[in-house]
């Protein structure tokens, strides 16, 4: 009865999978290493279920009669008693020949594992982004092991190879900062055409993989083939609709002089018949023409394939697959949850930036140590702390450093912190400290309290808090503009046959009124 078995035994696994699942999503994960650890637990599970639900299907099918053969012995249409007999003798022959085996534990692979099995995990060593390239879950889900450093659990993003690799692009402009780097990795419209070759596609290919890959450690419950398969939809139909990326500056920016002399081969304009004519006779056009007939024949292979490889794609096939990474990347960032990682990874990186060597090492253990052993008390047992117990004294409400412990009371007076500046144009918020006042100005809630008022962001606008000062302003400076377009009218004077001055505008209008 092997095939019946095999069916009770997936029915079993499926049962004990779903339980096991129910058991981990009625607890409450106390930090994010714990909701990462459930996650990639439910997702084990429901891949297999998934495995063990295909497999009943197969056998349900029955498409070799074995199923059907076994029911029938089973039925009594033949001996049941020899067949019981001899499934007996070989169950006694494999306890002889192996007389100290155990019995397999079922629930082992399904049971919440012990605070002792967990920490295995976490002596386990970060690491890089490169590592984790073809990573797998296989029975125990090391989530120690999944993340760098700067991750810090799924917490951020670690770009600084992307970074690096981005840098030495050719005709990319150098010296551009990490945070710089962070704000604008998705605007590719920003980066000229002729930088965009065969190395940017390798660039966009490795920075695709990671974001996938990270979504798939951060979010693993997410079906990530459904997700990539609806933006390659969406691509597909951009694409053919024109107003996938690159295609709007190839418009703009492509055969501009009209001229009917355009070699498509080469990808070059001429002016004159004569210029392309010889054009067409050159050296270099007829390598162009034998190198795109000889591509023309495994063009339809590379297609096929899963990964391009750059240096072997024509001029227009490199500019589709650049054009569709981009539009992968950047729907990726745009959605769930990297729209709030990123801002997220700029705020981290600009903190981080102004503490020492130490602090940082010192932040990283803490941020560790925090995550894997969160506090055991409840919340209500805060109330019965005794004075030999470690409470912050706060009582000037001074700002927390990253120690967790409140900053000095010196730095709280240098930088300003204990003055408060509201803004009526933001909403009434309160901004404390002179630095963040002034920075303000320039962020997007100031500017859009601005446009909502129907006022243009500008240098004579800053330090105006007041909704009514900057109405009262904005009057102003629409009345000078005014009185200084006037200024401009009248300083012309025209003489008309009598001899009486006017200014140029009086004297064409009368002119043309046939008064003079």
Not at 128 to 139: A, I, N, R, W
Not at 171 to 196: A, C, E, N, V
Request: a negative charge; proline letters at 5%; hydrophobic letters at 30%.
């Amino acid at each position: 009865m092997e095939i019946l078995e095999r069916q009770r035994n997936a029915h079993e696994d499926i049962e004990r999978m779903e339980q096991a699942i129910v058991v981990r999503l009625a607890e409450d994960p106390r930090t994010k290493y714990e909701s990462l650890l459930r996650q990639h637990e439910v997702a084990q599970f429901l891949s297999g279920i998934k495995q063990q639900a295909d497999f009943l299907v197969e056998t349900y099918r029955d498409e070799n009669g074995a199923r059907q053969k076994e029911i029938e012995m089973l039925s009594g249409s033949t001996n049941e008693y020899d067949q019981f007999y001899q499934q007996l003798a070989e169950l006694k022959e494999i306890h002889r020949q192996h007389p100290n085996l155990q019995v397999e534990d079922l629930e082992k692979n399904y049971r919440k594992r012990s605070r002792e099995e967990t920490d295995q995990d976490r002596t386990l060593p970060f690491l890089t982004p490169h590592s984790l390239e073809g990573y797998k879950l296989t029975g125990c889900v090391a989530i120690s092991s999944m993340f760098t450093g700067e991750e810090s659990w799924g917490r951020f993003l670690d770009l600084y190879v992307f970074h690096e690799q981005f840098l030495n692009l050719p005709g990319i402009r150098k010296g551009q900062s990490y945070i710089d780097f962070l704000k604008t990795f998705q605007q590719f419209r920003l980066l000229p055409k002729h930088t965009k070759n065969d190395d940017y596609l390798k660039y966009l290919i490795d920075l695709q993989a990671y974001l996938e890959s990270f979504l798939s450690r951060v979010d693993p419950l997410i079906n990530h083939e459904k997700l990539m398969n609806k933006i390659a939809v969406d691509f597909d139909k951009a694409w053919s609709e024109g107003f996938a990326p690159g295609q709007k500056e190839d418009q703009a920016n492509g055969n501009s002089s009209g001229s009917a002399y355009f070699c498509d081969v080469c990808q070059k304009s001429f002016s004159k018949e004569t210029v392309y004519a010889a054009h067409m006779e050159s050296k270099q056009h007829k390598k162009n023409m034998e190198r795109q007939n000889g591509q023309a024949k495994t063009r339809t292979e590379r297609e096929q394939s899963e990964e391009p490889v750059p240096g072997q794609l024509t001029r227009e096939q490199r500019k589709k697959e650049i054009s569709r990474r981009e539009f992968t990347i950047t729907k990726l960032c745009q959605g769930e949850p990297l729209s709030q990682i990123i801002p997220a990874t700029i705020n981290n990186v600009e903190r981080r930036s102004l503490l020492s060597g130490r602090e940082r090492q010192k932040e990283i253990q803490q941020l560790q140590e925090e995550a894997l052993n969160p506090p055991t008390e409840k919340p209500d047992e805060e109330e019965n702390t005794g004075p030999g117990d470690d409470f912050i004294y706060n009582p000037l409400k001074l700002p927390l450093g990253w120690d967790g412990k409140p900053i000095p009371f010196w730095l709280y007076k240098l930088h300003g912190l204990s003055q408060e500046y509201p803004c009526e144009i933001c909403g009434n918020l309160v901004y404390t400290g002179r630095k963040n006042f002034e920075k303000h100005f320039g962020e997007p809630n100031h500017i859009h309290g601005l446009r909502c008022l129907g006022i243009p962001n500008g240098p004579l606008f800053k330090e105006v808090t007041s909704i009514e000062e900057a109405l009262q302003l904005w009057e102003k400076v629409k009345r000078d503009r005014r009185a200084k377009q006037m200024a401009e009218e009248n300083k012309i004077e025209m003489e008309d046959d009598q001899g009486n001055v006017m200014s140029a505008k009086t004297y064409n209008d009368l002119r043309a009124q046939g008064i003079i």
